[in-house]
């Protein structure tokens, strides 16, 4: 009966925990995909609005300069951070993996850059301050004024 | 005595910061990647081996110049060390407007799909080797040259490249003949995952030149045209190209050789992918520049995405050669990026 009564309990355990991990998951993939991005670019380069299908284009390397000539640089969050998951899913409709392998492929081809890939929001706002032409996606309020936002149909966030 | 000396040490340290600053002023971004790749393989008996370790090189010069260098590593019986090394691409590029480049150097011909794609990357291939029209040297894999280039333009994304080169025949450092090789291609990709191609290109081999260790004892006129439709989408993988080579001599008339292949993959997960390739070579009676085997064969595989820098495919090959008859081979591969 006491064997039983432990298999029991331990059964019972085992459940509560793969319904933990279960919910853990789904609570880091919902985070993920609910964090709310904005586009900033230099003041040199970007419009002050564009399309969502120009943004998807311009972030897919397949435009290289701006209509002033300054050359599109582009700076990402990493893809291991929830922004630069929220990116991978909302802009380019890929995994992080899927998004690594689209532009290795594109540089190896010789026909783009890759992205500058850095660990925070504010790293972002100074690198793209620091740069014509470049533009990046964050997921927290403007913070450097040398960098303006973007509205991506006629909207300030993603 | 000790002024000229702290003089000398001054200048010394003067040329140093003036390197250092200049080093900063001038800093490039400049990143090496590379890929490798081993083998596994059963074909009457069991064999291990490694294709080709390939270092890839990208840096930016300045806000219009770039460049690419890919150098491959690769077994030759001919070596003393068995082993040679090769420039397989070296790119300087001018972006002088838009999306329009001038590319000057080695390039892979911009004459389909998988020559403008892969390169030596094995980790992207979608099969573990290249088509057979490759190996029967159907298309031209190099050209050194000017190419112009550009890509993405419009809602359609049209591309096209236009290029003049040393031709067949040629070294890499000159010109064997006054001919030049014209390869004129365009390309248009209207849906994410989509690639429509087609392309010509013409090149006159003068007699007595060594195309890939052969003597041509006849002068050729060469064209070649080109077709390929390319889907990679998040289910469904599909790549299919065909080449015509037209070859002319004044003795042999007009010959034709038909080069196909189709490849077709299917996600079952991001990660596993079962696949098929078929491909065909068709050689007219009488063709003399190319080496007349007419060969069908069929490749089933699964490929393994363990990352983006790790792929294992595992496959099945059935060729029919006219000349050697049947073969069949079952080959492993882990292909890599590092």
Redesign the interface.
Known sequence: MKNRHYIHSGNMLFTKGIVFIVLLLLSFSATAQTETLTVISNEKGAPAELKMTELKSILKGEKQRWRNGNKITIALMKTNTPAGASTCKKIYDMSSDELKKFWLALVFEGKADAPVFLNSASEIESFVAENPGAIGIINQPLANADAHIVLIDGKKSL | MIRPLLKKIKSFFCILLGLALSGNLFSQ?T?I?GFADVLASYDKKASFGFDEQDL?I?S?LN??F?F?GESVFKYDPSSETDFSVSIE?L?I?Y?Y???NNI?VGKVHTPINYWN??Y?H?RV?YPTIGRPLLFDAQIIPLHTTGINFQG??FGNV?FGYDFMIGNGLGSAPVKDNDPYKSVTAAVHIKPVDGMRIGASYYNDVISQGAEVEGKIINWKVNQQLLTGSFAYFGKKFELLTESTLALNHTDTTGTKQTLASYLYAGYKIT?KIIPYIRVDDLHYQDGEILFTKDNTQDFVLGLRY?V??LIVAKLEYQHTQFETEGKNDKITMQLAI?F
Do not use: E, P, W
Request: glycine content about 10%; cysteine-free; proline content about 0%.
């Open positions: 971004n990143t990647k890839f990208t930016q806000d219009h770039s690419l691409r790119i590029k972006n407007y838009g999306n590319i403008d794609t390169h990357g992207f890509h993405d994304k991001q995405q990352n983006y990026g």
